[in-house]
């Protein structure tokens, strides 16, 4: 049996993320007296080196290595490129948050970057086992984010339920892949569209897996019926964990769900299009009621994440591969623009909750954001614009998402669930304009002045303006989008 040793050319972005890994953890353990400061640093450095390396080895056509379990290709290139940017942000926002309570240790910079190395193994895996590994990588590390703050009952407590249902749903996951490996006799996803495709698998084994699959994805995505930790989680983490929670996975889940579904298995479209329809109804329905009731702004933004994932799942399940009229690359590449736009909102979001906390109190009730306007007109304004988004008030980057997965619900025929996409909608604009309405018509709750380096303010300036920037000018990052799915799912 001849070795033939994989290029490593396409895993270059991998392979330094990993090693820098190792280069934070030594560094900070001799440096004793500036370990905070330079595992910040050389975080930030890995996630700036890692983004270069992606950019240098991305071409039009898709690369293999690793005996075709990796793949290097324009979906995964663009999803890495957005891990990067969402995990700076979110390292940035968070660290004086977490100096002020003495939480920004070395480790929590270490697990951060363990937990992107893991996202960017499921966005390039090209095959059952390396989907598992990238899916494990990252959520242990979340567990231990989730926890990490050890001194808080809650958010032992928040790490705790969200290690065992995660296992659960890792568990559910695997045993789908190992139905699916049986039902198929391949592990290499196309390999298993292929015997999908031919009609060559035992198909109740099949059906069986694929439900399995369906569950440990939307656990993943936290839609309904398996969204049971995000409201509890992300109230109990740290809100600067919560912040990370919120945003990159989410890209990570995406390319799970892409890989598997429309990439894996095509041929069994009308199965998981139904299952995905029935979740993303349920998820638009619970979602927006349940926040209705929150006073915690971290529960309120966990069931609005709720909702907005399952707008998202109306492009993915829109897509048919067989389409015509560019339905297929329209649709997921509406899934893909969605979860863009909604991790910059949830960034932005949080930011700001951020941004109103200070040492000693913790700005998570809808409250606290009494009067913003008069402490801070341009904050106000900027919190304005992500509400707005959220909202799908035109014309800001939220809208045009909602537009275009709503566009191919209705081009794919489904026009009941755009309907009720829309009602719900209107609905969940309620609790964002509340928002909106407490800091312009009432009276501040405190005069504290906002207190955040200045790095913070200018960043969170950016993705405010961004958001609303973006809606003016959504058209090249649609076609991005629209491109990468043709090239690396429709196309694949």
Known sequence: MNFVAPELYPATAE?????????????????????????????????????????LTLGVDARHTF????????????????VYLAMAI??????????????????????????????????????????????????????????FDRDAARSTEAGMKYFVLGALASGLLLYGMSMIYGATGALELPAIAQAVSGQSAREPVLLLGLVFLVAG???????????M?????????????????????????????????????????????????????????????????????????????????????????SGVVEGQNGLATDAYGGALFY??????????????????SRAGFEAENIEDFKGLNRRSPWFAILMLFVMFSMAGIPFFIGFFA?????????????????????????????????????????????????????GMQIMLSVNGLAIAALGLAPEMLFALCAQAMRTSIVGG
Request: aromatic letters at 10%; hydrophobic letters at 65%.
């Open 339 to 356: 979860v863009i736009a909604y991790v910059l909102m949830s960034l932005a979001a949080f930011g700001m909750v951020i941004l109103l």
């Open 217 to 227: 994805i939307s656990f993943k995505l936290g839609v309904v019926p398996f969204h």
């Open 229 to 317: 930790w995000a409201p509890d989680v992300y109230q109990g983490a740290p809100t600067a964990v919560t912040l990370i929670l919120a945003t990159a996975p989410k890209f990570a889940a995406l390319a799970l769900a892409a890989r598997l579904l429309p990439g894996g298995l095509p041929g069994l479209a009308a199965h998981w299009q139904t299952m995905l329809m029935l979740v993303a109804a349920a998820s638009l329905i619970l979602g927006n009621l349940a926040a209705l009731a929150q006073h915690n702004i971290k529960r309120m933004l966990a069931y609005s994440g709720i909702s907005h994932m399952g707008f998202m799942l109306l492009g993915l399940l």
């Open 67 to 82: 005996n075709g379990t990796f793949v290097h290709d324009l979906l995964g290139g663009l999803l890495k490129l957005a």
């Open 402 to 454: 909602k537009f275009a997965v709503l566009q191919s619900a209705i081009a794919a025929g489904h026009y009941w669930l755009a309907a009720l996409a829309i009602v719900m909608s209107l609905i969940g604009a309620f609790y964002y304009l509340r928002i909106v309405k407490l800091m312009y018509f009432d009276e501040p709750a405190g005069n504290a002045p906002l207190q955040a380096p200045a």
């Open 15 to 55: 392979i330094l993320v990993a090693l820098m890994a190792l280069a934070l953890m030594l560094a900070t353990a001799f440096a004793r007296g500036c370990a905070r400061p330079l595992a910040y640093a050389l975080a930030q450095i890995t996630l700036a080196a890692a983004a270069f390396a992606t950019l």
């Open 90 to 147: 979110a390292l940035l926002y968070g660290r004086a948050w977490l100096a002020a309570r003495r939480l920004d240790r070395p480790e929590y910079y270490l697990l951060a970057i363990l937990m992107t190395l893991g996202m960017m193994v499921m966005i390039a895996a090209n095959h059952l086992l390396t989907l598992y590994i990238g899916l494990e990588m990252m959520s242990l590390s979340l567990y231990a984010l989730v926890a």
